[in-house]
Nanobody, 126 residues
C-alpha cells in the first residue's frame, strides 16, 4: 500500500512559478512510475506529466510541455512538479499518482495508476 501526500499548491499570478511536491510512504518508491494529473471545476481529470521508475524518462501533456518539469528524488521518496509560466487555465486541483510496472507505456491514462493523493489546489490569477 502506497500513501501519497501533495503539497506546494497556492495562489500565483499568471506568468509566475510554483513547485508541487508529492511525498510517498509505503511500498518501494523507486519501483513506481509517478504521474501528475489535474482536475478543474466542471472538467474531467487530465494527464499533466509522468516520470518512469527506472530511467527517469518524462512524459508531458502538450498543454504544459516546455513550461512544466517533473522530477523525482528516490532517496526522499518524493516526486516534484516545477510549474513555470503559469496560465489561468492551469488552475485546478493537482493530484499525484503511483503506477507499478504494467508492461505498457500508457502513462497518460488515469486508470493505469494504482494509488492517488488527495490533491493540492493551484490557482493562477490574471
Amino acid at each position: 500500500q502506497v500513501h501519497l501526500v501533495e503539497s506546494g499548491g497556492g495562489l500565483v499570478q499568471a506568468g509566475g512559478s510554483l513547485r508541487l511536491s508529492c511525498a510517498a510512504s509505503g511500498g518501494t518508491f523507486s519501483s513506481y512510475s509517478m504521474g501528475w494529473f489535474r482536475q478543474a471545476p466542471g472538467k474531467e481529470r487530465e494527464f499533466v506529466a509522468a516520470i518512469r521508475c527506472g530511467d527517469g524518462i518524462a512524459y508531458y501533456a502538450d498543454s504544459v510541455k516546455g513550461r512544466f518539469t517533473i522530477s523525482r528524488d528516490n532517496a526522499k521518496n518524493t516526486v516534484y512538479l516545477q510549474m513555470n509560466s503559469l496560465k489561468p487555465e492551469d488552475t485546478a486541483v493537482y493530484y499525484c499518482a503511483a503506477r507499478s510496472y504494467s508492461g505498457n507505456d500508457y502513462y497518460y491514462y488515469a486508470y493505469e495508476y494504482h494509488y492517488w493523493g488527495q490533491g493540492t489546489q493551484v490557482t493562477v490569477s490574471s
